[in-house]
């Protein structure tokens, strides 16, 4: 059964809507465009726009766009990936308008003042010294500059401190332009109203908007070759990074290589990594495995921190649990508790009711369509342990796999 509603507006705006019995609604605007579609030397644009989308508007002073939400007690964010740039908000029901209203006002009427854009250089130039201060953070930037070598997927979100220096008004307004259809934006709820209400609403604050459809071509990145990195950092732990291209989000085995990733390193504390690694041998504090997908490629990491004298032992155990998934068949039990603890944790996220929604929306942007939970529940159900083996020997593949290591300077 399709528990959410949809409508097209003329302009191509989508407007996406699930009812929830709730005081509390959670919205989002997305628009198709990220940090993937910047030119050379612009990297980091994505998420300068998205800064400065929460400055001056031709109505509204940056108090007055931060408080239009605060002052009823609404949480307002915003956030840029590879692929998307997101504006979310939470508020009382009674305050959805407002949200709308904010939001056309800073997606479709911003000014990008230039002394706004210079103080928000600096903001940037704070975030990106952060991240490099956190090694964590930084190793899975370096790791996907490897894996997507001078392929715009692999650059850092945030960019460079010169190419931030560079940005323009210039830059954005051609960004915008190139990259903001209304064809992929989608404004979706998740709250407690009548649908033909916000239909009205949506027309009265999006309807407006002029149609735009420019023609963007995004490159599919070559395949990585495998090879071994070691960074010598001023660091007092190793961190340590393995992993492969992996599957686009249309992909076949999409599902599988999410339950396999989730019984390797995925969230609670019996993946096959955490009890080898921590439990049984006590070696790192956090380790993990990740699968990001991607509408043309996918990303799949395991990483860990471990005190330098324990890292090639960690390294060791984790190419043995990565050896038995290659070369064993999950058997018929495994396979089904993998899939119970999967699908728990899938119907207990669905209590993140921002994350859903916005789940849902990009769901909608990407395939024109939102599978139901029972839709996601029979896809893991159905993955074999023939499938999970397969998918083991193409991405766990030794000719493939990049390690990037950050050892302490001596």
């Given at each position: 059964?399709?528990?959410?509603?949809?409508?097209?507006?003329?302009?191509?705006?989508?407007?996406?809507?699930?009812?929830?019995?709730?005081?509390?609604?959670?919205?989002?605007?997305?628009?198709?465009?990220?940090?993937?579609?910047?030119?050379?030397?612009?990297?980091?644009?994505?998420?300068?726009?998205?800064?400065?989308?929460?400055?001056?508007?031709?109505?509204?002073?940056?108090?007055?766009?931060?408080?239009?939400?605060?002052?009823?007690?609404?949480?307002?964010?915003?956030?840029?990936?590879?692929?998307?740039?997101?504006?979310?908000?939470?508020?009382?029901?009674?305050?959805?308008?407002?949200?709308?209203?904010?939001?056309?006002?800073?997606?479709?009427?911003?000014?990008?003042?230039?002394?706004?854009?210079?103080?928000?250089?600096?903001?940037?130039?704070?975030?990106?010294?952060?991240?490099?201060?956190?090694?964590?953070?930084?190793?899975?930037?370096?790791?996907?500059?490897?894996?997507?070598?001078?392929h715009p997927i692999g650059?850092?979100?945030?960019?460079?401190?010169?190419?931030?220096?560079?940005?323009?008004?210039?830059?954005?307004?051609?960004?915008?332009?190139?990259?903001?259809?209304?064809?992929?934006?989608?404004?979706?709820?998740?709250?407690?109203?009548?649908?033909?209400?916000?239909?009205?609403?949506s027309e009265k604050y999006?309807?407006?908007?002029?149609?735009?459809?420019?023609?963007?071509?995004?490159?599919?990145?070559?395949?990585?070759?495998?090879?071994?990195?070691?960074?010598?950092?001023?660091?007092?732990?190793?961190?340590?990074?393995?992993?492969?291209?992996?599957?686009?989000?249309?992909?076949?085995?999409?599902?599988?290589?999410l339950l396999l990733n989730?019984?390797?390193?995925?969230?609670?504390?019996?993946?096959?990594?955490?009890?080898?690694?921590?439990?049984?041998?006590?070696?790192?504090?956090?380790?993990?495995?990740?699968?990001?997908?991607?509408?043309?490629?996918?990303?799949?990491?395991?990483?860990?921190?471990?005190?330098?004298?324990?890292?090639?032992?960690?390294?060791?155990?984790?190419?043995?649990?990565?050896?038995?998934?290659?070369?064993?068949?999950?058997?018929?039990?495994?396979?089904?508790?993998?899939?119970?603890?999967?699908?728990?944790?899938?119907?207990?996220?669905?209590?993140?009711?921002?994350?859903?929604?916005?789940?849902?929306?990009?769901?909608?942007?990407?395939?024109?369509?939102?599978?139901?939970?029972?839709?996601?529940?029979?896809?893991?159900?159905?993955?074999?342990?023939?499938?999970?083996?397969?998918?083991?020997?193409?991405?766990?593949?030794?000719?493939?796999?990049?390690?990037?290591?950050?050892?302490?300077?001596?």
């Amino acid at each position: 059964m399709i528990d959410y509603q949809a409508y097209t507006l003329p302009n191509g705006i989508r407007i996406l809507y699930k009812h929830a019995p709730s005081a509390i609604t959670h919205c989002c605007f997305i628009v198709n465009a990220g940090s993937r579609d910047e030119n050379p030397g612009q990297e980091g644009l994505a998420h300068f726009i998205e800064h400065l989308l929460f400055k001056e508007t031709e109505k509204r002073s940056t108090n007055q766009i931060l408080n239009r939400l605060e002052l009823v007690g609404a949480d307002l964010n915003a956030y840029t990936t590879k692929e998307y740039t997101c504006i979310h908000a939470s508020l009382l029901n009674q305050h959805l308008e407002r949200s709308m209203d904010l939001f056309e006002d800073i997606l479709f009427h911003s000014t990008f003042p230039e002394d706004e854009q210079e103080k928000e250089k600096g903001v940037i130039l704070d975030e990106i010294a952060s991240y490099l201060d956190q090694p964590e953070e930084a190793i899975q930037d370096d790791f996907e500059e490897l894996l997507f070598k001078d392929h715009p997927i692999g650059k850092n979100i945030l960019g460079t401190p010169d190419t931030v220096a560079k940005m323009n008004s210039d830059d954005i307004r051609a960004f915008i332009k190139a990259n903001y259809s209304t064809a992929e934006m989608i404004f979706a709820v998740h709250g407690n109203y009548n649908f033909k209400k916000l239909i009205r609403l949506s027309e009265k604050y999006f309807g407006a908007i002029a149609e735009t459809r420019p023609q963007k071509t995004r490159l599919t990145p070559a395949a990585n070759q495998s090879g071994i990195y070691i960074v010598n950092k001023p660091i007092s732990q190793t961190h340590c990074i393995i992993g492969n291209q992996a599957y686009s989000s249309s992909h076949k085995y999409k599902n599988g290589l999410l339950l396999l990733n989730n019984l390797l390193g995925g969230m609670g504390m019996s993946s096959r990594l955490n009890l080898e690694i921590r439990e049984k041998h006590g070696i790192a504090y956090t380790i993990e495995s990740n699968y990001t997908a991607l509408t043309d490629t996918g990303i799949f990491s395991i990483y860990f921190g471990t005190d330098a004298e324990k890292a090639d032992k960690a390294l060791q155990l984790v190419h043995k649990e990565l050896k038995k998934l290659r070369e064993q068949k999950l058997g018929t039990l495994q396979l089904h508790q993998a899939k119970e603890k999967f699908i728990g944790q899938i119907a207990l996220a669905e209590e993140n009711r921002m994350g859903l929604i916005i789940s849902m929306a990009k769901s909608l942007l990407d395939f024109n369509h939102i599978d139901t939970l029972d839709d996601v529940f029979a896809k893991i159900n159905a993955v074999t342990a023939e499938q999970v083996l397969e998918i083991s020997n193409e991405v766990f593949d030794l000719h493939k796999l990049i390690t990037l290591k950050f050892e302490p300077k001596q």
